[in-house]
């Protein structure tokens, strides 16, 4: 069963950046290749929402207005998945979480809380 480990959450104040990491493991690397990855987030009482994603092929969607303020990148060698947020808002205050998936198969992290202090 393939593990995903979130990292780099925590409180920062308004304006603040984090970097969050997703490492993937028990996962051979020419399969985690083709697997697209993304970054979603829920906050209290709202519903699971797109933040980012990452084809196999690199391209990046970003979700609402986040683009410009969030960055979404892979390291396929390290099998890492990350999530630069730069700017950040007290409503950008969430359970952020990884997903790597590829046709039917999708897996989940476990959630880094990220909290932005006013």
């Known amino acids: 069963q393939v593990e995903l480990v979130e990292s780099g959450g925590g409180l920062v104040q308004s304006g603040g950046s984090l970097r969050l990491s997703c490492a993937a493991s028990?996962?051979?690397?020419?399969?985690?290749?083709?697997?697209?990855a993304g970054w979603y987030r829920q906050a209290p009482g709202k519903e699971r929402e797109l933040v980012a994603s990452i084809s196999s092929a690199g391209t990046t969607t970003y979700g609402g207005s986040l683009k410009g303020r969030f960055t979404i990148s892979r390291d396929n060698a390290k099998k890492t998945v990350y999530l630069q947020m730069n700017s950040l808002k007290p409503e950008d205050t969430a359970v952020y979480y990884c997903e790597l998936t590829r046709g039917s198969f999708t897996f989940w992290g476990q959630g880094t809380q990220v909290t932005v202090a006013p």
């Open positions: 028990y996962i051979i690397s020419s399969v985690y290749n083709i697997h697209n």
